[in-house]
């Protein structure tokens, strides 16, 4: 049973570019959530999705920043104008049910590095 | 404002001796904590849980406390490895609609052979 998978793992883009991370769950979880690490800190929740909804978008910037998760493929982060406070390591979990017992795996990431 | 707090860095131990990672949290509303290692260039693992209904959770060498007055927990390691080596990441969740995990900082764990 593969885990959750990222890509890119890397990600370069030079300020003003577009970048989108793409985050396929485990198979048979339907919860995904993006978290994201800058240098020196810890993760910051960002959004939580299931199948098509956005439930929880608190942890996302109000603009540039946008997800999904569509009834059929990955789920995607979208940050459009990049800019140099991007630069991050993005994380995707994925979980089968909503409810705090439920553990969330993780993925290994994408580092997106803005120029 | 930080709700969940990992005020040491980093910390050193020697193989064998026991690891206490702590880990202070203001939300009284958390009712149920989590730890996850991170190994560089990787995701966090998940590594063992408490609920608040709950003061002590222990998972092989791995033994989480909660002290809810406190609201403090710790994540006792004995004895430790040097696989063991790694950041740990003290999260905490409430019953929210997201039911989102808020991270703390982390501890960079050294385990010295």
């Known amino acids: 049973n593969a885990g959750v998978m990222q890509n890119p793992r890397h990600l370069v883009r030079r300020r003003g570019q577009e970048a989108r991370l793409r985050c396929s769950p485990m198979?048979?979880?339907?919860?995904v959530y993006w978290y994201r690490q800058l240098p020196e800190e810890g993760l910051k929740f960002m959004v939580y999705l299931q199948k098509e909804n956005i439930i929880d978008e608190s942890g996302m910037p109000k603009e540039r920043f946008s997800a999904e998760f569509p009834k059929e493929g990955p789920s995607i982060l979208r940050i459009q104008q990049v800019v140099r406070g991007d630069s991050a390591a993005y994380f995707c979990?994925?979980?089968?049910?909503?409810?705090?017992?439920?553990?969330?795996?993780f993925g290994p990431g994408t580092r997106l590095l803005v120029l | 404002d930080q709700q969940v707090k990992q005020n040491s860095p980093s910390l050193s131990v020697q193989e064998g001796r026991i690891s206490i990672l702590n880990c202070d949290y203001t939300n009284s509303m958390f009712d149920y904590f989590l730890w996850y290692k991170k190994y560089p260039a990787e995701g966090p693992t998940f590594l063992i849980s408490?609920?608040?209904?709950?003061d002590k959770n222990e998972d092989g060498r791995f033994t989480v406390f909660l002290n809810k007055s406190a609201k403090h927990l710790s994540l006792h390691i004995v004895p430790s490895q040097p696989g063991d080596s790694a950041v740990y990441f003290c999260a905490a969740s409430d019953e929210s609609p997201g039911d989102k995990v808020i991270f703390g900082p982390g501890t960079s764990l050294s385990v010295i052979p």
């Open positions: 408490i609920s608040s209904i709950k």
């Open positions: 979990a994925s979980s089968p049910h909503r409810g705090a017992e439920e553990t969330q795996y």
């Open positions: 198979k048979g979880h339907s919860h």
